[in-house]
Every structure is written in structure tokens, then in C-alpha cells.
């Protein structure tokens, strides 16, 4: 009798086995997510050009609110992945000296979803790597743009016609992204970033442009949660 007691107790164990080992590898998991992910908020504005537009200097200024995620794959380095939503485009400045305007003028204003994947580097204290100073970023941006207005100013900045139609852009386009930032606190960081379209987002011929490829500079806020 007291061997079949043991026997019983000994497979309840064995039955038990398979969820204490589940319990054991969820707190795992757990420990490991909360280790080597980390999540946040962004927000920040830009200042950009179109190449093609006819227009000089950064004059449309926009913004750019978002999600990240970081994934931690050494002390010092990250998979960087940012969900957001960004306003740009090219804007007339009228104190503008060296406008022709001979030549038609193209103001654009966008929005678009995006989302940057990149690689990114940490640059600590030497004395101390706790100490965070720097990091620095590369990636690709995919941006879908949800919405464009364009207007075409001829002779002057009065004459305005209807710019290029929304369905003659691509809506979907890759750019380049770098970016170099300060740690203003280990969990706050300020970026100035750089982001360049990478092809001609002007998808029907227009007599009056052939391309437009936009890019931006920007200055983004980061806040680790």
C-alpha cells in the first residue's frame, strides 16, 4: 500500500512537471524581454527640401510623432525599429533672394506613416560605461504617404495653379536615415538626424518637373518608458 502511495505521488510530480517547467520558462522569457527590449515615445520636427522643386533652402518645417522599440544585441548595440507619423514638404520663402521665377515653382505639403529600421550604437564614458554620452544610428526608412497638396506658382508667388495630382506620386518609398544624438539622461536622449529619399517619388512625367526627391533635417526627442 505504501509503495502505490509513492508511486502516486511520484506521477502527480511527473504530471505537474510540464507546467512548472512552462512557469519557469514564461518568467524566463520574461526576464529576458524586460533585459534586451525596451520601448518609447519620439517626437521632434524637421526642417525640408524637394530636389526638383525649383526652391532653395529648408523652408517647409514639419514634424514627427512616434513609437520605438529598441532590441538590445550587446551592451553597446541595438536594433533600432520607430513606427511614425511625419508632416514635410516645400514651402515658398519670400525673402528668398535668387528665385527664378521664370521657371514654375512646386510648394508641397505631405503626410505620411513610416517606419524606420536601423542599427545603433551606443557610445558611452571610458572611465565608466554606465555613463552614456552619445549614439549613433544608420537605417531605411519605408514611408506611405497618406496625403500630398501641391500648388505651381508662376511669374509670381501670386499666380498659383493646381499642383501635381496626389495619384502621380509614390505613395510608398524608401530613404536613408542617419542620425547622431546626446543622452540627456540615461533614459532621454536629443538626436539631429538626416533622412534622404532614396529614388525620384515622381511617378508620371510633368512638363514642368521631372523629379522630386524629398529630404529632411530633423531634431528628435526620445524618452525610454
Same mark, same amino acid.
Given at each position: ?23 519557469l ?41 512616434? #513609437?520605438f ?56 564614458n ?7 554620452k ?5 537605417g ?8 500630398a ?22 505613395? #510608398?518609398?524608401?530613404? #536613408? ?6 543622452f ?8 539631429v ?10 511617378k ?22
Amino acid at each position: 500500500m505504501t509503495d502505490i502511495k509513492k508511486y502516486l505521488s511520484r506521477q502527480k510530480s511527473i504530471d505537474n512537471l510540464p507546467v512548472l517547467l512552462l512557469f519557469l520558462i514564461c518568467l524566463l522569457s520574461k526576464s529576458i524581454t524586460a533585459q534586451h527590449f525596451k520601448i518609447g515615445l519620439s517626437a521632434g520636427f524637421n526642417f525640408c527640401q524637394i530636389e526638383g522643386d525649383r526652391l532653395s533652402g529648408y523652408n517647409k518645417k514639419g514634424y514627427e510623432l512616434g #513609437i520605438f522599440g529598441l532590441y538590445k544585441l550587446r551592451e553597446d548595440a541595438f536594433i533600432y525599429i520607430s513606427p511614425s507619423f511625419s508632416h514635410y514638404g516645400s514651402k515658398i520663402n519670400k525673402e528668398q533672394s535668387n528665385i527664378d521665377y521664370k521657371k514654375p515653382l512646386l510648394s508641397l505639403e505631405a503626410h505620411d506613416i513610416n517606419i524606420l529600421w536601423a542599427y545603433m550604437v551606443n557610445f558611452g564614458n571610458k572611465k565608466d560605461p554606465n555613463i552614456l554620452k552619445t549614439r549613433a544610428h544608420f537605417g531605411i526608412k519605408v514611408h506611405n504617404m497618406i496625403s500630398a497638396e501641391s500648388t505651381i506658382s508662376r511669374v509670381n508667388i501670386l499666380l498659383k495653379e493646381e499642383g501635381i495630382s496626389f495619384k502621380d506620386i509614390r505613395h #510608398i518609398y524608401p530613404s #536613408i536615415n542617419i542620425g547622431y544624438g546626446l543622452f540627456l539622461k540615461n533614459n532621454l536622449t536629443v538626436d539631429v538626424r538626416l533622412d534622404h529619399a532614396v529614388f525620384n517619388i515622381l511617378k508620371v512625367e510633368n512638363p514642368d518637373f521631372f523629379r522630386l526627391i524629398p529630404y529632411q533635417v530633423g531634431l528628435n526627442l526620445m524618452y525610454n518608458i
